[in-house]
């Protein structure tokens, strides 16, 4: 039988004014399955994932999300589909005035997430446990390294135990240490939580890593898809670029 799917995005268009950016995405992520997305900087990627979660509206095309036509979604259903989907947001950022298990437990207000098994501070320690912070629980974002942020922001998004979860970029501005490192946690955290992950990123070590295919954005299309050694062997210009 085929495998789930958890992501359908069908033929996406979303332009800014003369600015056009998708033209016409097509994108489907299967349950377990860690897609890659690469593309040059300003090509789309980040305003896709917000399509999928609806943060941006797009002009035209399908989304569905587990099941849920997300276009026709009302607030409360959109709430929903949100708690589904964890989205590590380029840049990470925290909440700088919060302690980590302040800016933990935002989500858990936020959304009003009801968990029969765990209360809050239960589902804290479980998500911090995860990316190995346990000990920074009661820290400022401004004594963790930049490491550190991306490991909480991680474990925040944890938090609501998605299906899915959604990189953005998850290890810009780290070193190849560290980077290798967070590309090994989101293996980890993939096998223990039984998510499904699209990851957007520059980081070929990380693709290589984390993904099990990755498709290759340029000028508002994917134009291939493919495991990093097929693409690593392409002789196309384009497709090489990202290899050397
Ligand atoms: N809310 C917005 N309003 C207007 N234009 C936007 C908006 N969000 C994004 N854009 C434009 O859409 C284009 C794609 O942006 P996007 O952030 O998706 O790029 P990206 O592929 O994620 O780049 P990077 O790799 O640098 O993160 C850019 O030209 C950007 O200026
Ligand atoms: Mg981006």
Same mark, same amino acid.
């Given at each position: 039988?085929?495998?789930?799917?958890?992501?359908?995005?069908?033929?996406?268009?979303?332009? !800014? %004014?003369?600015?056009?950016?998708?033209?016409?995405?097509? @994108?489907?992520?299967? %349950?377990? &399955?860690?897609?890659?997305?690469?593309?040059?900087?300003?090509?789309? $990627?980040?305003? @896709?994932?917000?399509?999928?979660?609806?943060?941006?509206?797009?002009?035209?095309?399908?989304?569905?999300?587990?099941?849920?036509?997300?276009?026709?979604?009302?607030?409360?259903?959109?709430?929903?589909?949100?708690?589904?989907?964890?989205? @590590?947001?380029?840049?990470?950022?925290?909440?700088?005035?919060?302690?980590?298990?302040?800016?933990? /437990?935002?989500?858990?207000?936020?959304?009003?997430?009801?968990? $029969?098994?765990?209360?809050?501070?239960?589902?804290?320690?479980?998500? @911090?446990?995860?990316?190995?912070?346990?000990?920074?629980?009661?820290?400022?974002? /401004?004594?963790?390294?930049?490491?550190?942020?991306?490991?909480?922001?991680?474990?925040?998004?944890?938090?609501?135990?998605?299906?899915?979860?959604?990189?953005?970029?998850?290890?810009?501005?780290?070193?190849?240490?560290? /980077?290798?490192?967070?590309?090994?946690?989101?293996? $980890?955290?993939?096998?223990?939580?039984?998510?499904?992950?699209?990851?957007?990123?520059?980081?070929? %070590?990380?693709?290589?890593?984390?993904?099990?295919?990755?498709?290759?954005?340029?000028?508002?299309? !994917?134009?291939? &898809?493919?495991?990093?050694?097929?693409?690593?062997?392409?002789?196309?210009? &384009?497709?090489?670029?990202?290899?050397?």
């Amino acid at each position: 039988m085929d495998r789930e799917r958890v992501i359908v995005v069908d033929s996406l268009y979303k332009s !800014f %004014k003369d600015n056009h950016i998708l033209h016409g995405i097509d @994108l489907t992520l299967h %349950k377990g &399955e860690n897609l890659g997305i690469v593309g040059k900087s300003g090509i789309g $990627k980040s305003v @896709l994932t917000k399509c999928i979660v609806r943060l941006i509206e797009p002009d035209a095309g399908g989304i569905e999300v587990m099941g849920t036509n997300v276009l026709a979604c009302d607030d409360s259903e959109l709430n929903e589909v949100r708690k589904k989907v964890g989205y @590590l947001f380029q840049g990470g950022a925290l909440y700088d005035s919060m302690s980590v298990r302040e800016n933990l /437990s935002f989500p858990i207000r936020r959304t009003q997430f009801k968990d $029969k098994e765990h209360d809050t501070e239960e589902l804290i320690e479980r998500s @911090l446990r995860s990316v190995g912070l346990l000990d920074s629980i009661d820290s400022m974002p /401004s004594e963790l390294s930049g490491g550190m942020k991306k490991r909480i922001a991680l474990a925040r998004t944890l938090i609501l135990n998605p299906g899915i979860i959604l990189y953005d970029e998850p290890t810009t501005g780290l070193d190849a240490v560290t /980077s290798g490192e967070i590309s090994e946690l989101m293996l $980890k955290i993939r096998e223990e939580y039984n998510t499904a992950s699209i990851i957007i990123t520059h980081d070929m %070590k990380c693709a290589k890593i984390a993904t099990d295919s990755i498709k290759i954005m340029s000028e508002g299309i !994917f134009i291939v &898809e493919g495991t990093y050694d097929e693409l690593s062997r392409s002789d196309e210009k &384009e497709i090489r670029d990202y290899f050397i």
